[in-house]
């Protein structure tokens, strides 16, 4: 979907090296969402926040950070990366209240050699 | 608890022959319920959702689901495949409950391919 946005779409790294992920959307939405995929596991869900100032752990958030910068704009942080953090990494959005359709970002790739 | 389970990793029909991919959920409310679908090298792309109101649930692309709550299925079908058809789907549960922090739980995905 055009209107969530993920930069940069692939990116190598070293383990150890510090990797920050971005999104931004142009949706409206109070909701911002990081998921991890690995082959076999679907998608899941490593950190959200329901507005600027509110921000959860998801079910894999060990080794991860995260700033809601604006509305809009939703970072994922890697502080020290490692192999098994190399996944396709999704951003997603959605309105307060209705039915928590979510939107996706295209997705980055990440590997950590 | 909530949980989603997809009964086929894998599934393989030929182009004009139907779908079916199966889903069984587990949910302490009632859920809402959904089918994603992810082409290679792209983002998720919503198919349909549920959300108590009809139980049959038309989505895009000809593909519809069925909420069957005495089963806990939302089985995902279409009756005639195309090639364009041939992606990963992902089954997906929501909490719907008042008060609580709603979230998705994902199936473990579906690999459809369609023979020629």
């Known amino acids: 979907d055009a209107d969530v946005t993920q930069t940069p779409r692939n990116r190598i790294t070293k383990t150890g090296k510090r990797i920050m992920l971005e999104c931004s959307q142009t949706k409206g939405h109070d909701r911002m969402y990081w998921y991890r995929q690995d082959p076999g596991l679907g998608l899941r869900l490593i950190y959200y926040?329901?507005?600027?100032?509110?921000?959860n752990k998801g079910e894999i958030s060990d080794g991860y950070s995260v700033s809601r910068q604006a509305q809009a704009k939703f970072s994922l942080s890697l502080e020290s990366a490692i192999p098994n953090q190399t996944a396709l990494y999704f951003c997603a959005t959605s309105a307060t209240g209705g039915t928590d359709t979510q939107y996706f970002g295209p997705g980055t790739r990440l590997t950590v050699l | 608890a909530q949980s989603v389970t997809q009964l086929d990793s894998h599934v393989s029909v030929s182009e004009g022959t139907p779908v079916l991919l199966r889903c069984n959920y587990s949910s302490s409310y009632s859920p809402s319920l959904f089918w994603y679908v992810q082409h290679p090298n792209k983002g998720l792309q919503l198919l349909l959702k549920?959300?108590?109101?009809?139980?049959l649930v038309k989505g895009i692309n000809g593909f519809e689901a069925e909420f069957k709550k005495s089963e806990t299925s939302f089985h995902l079908t279409k009756p005639s495949a195309h090639m364009s058809d041939a992606a990963e789907y992902f089954c997906?549960?929501?909490?719907f409950g008042r008060g609580s922090a709603r979230q998705l739980t994902f199936g473990s995905g579906t690999q459809l391919t369609v023979l020629p």
């Open positions: 549920y959300t108590s109101a009809a139980t």
């Open positions: 997906v549960v929501s909490l």
């Open positions: 926040s329901f507005d600027v100032k509110d921000i």
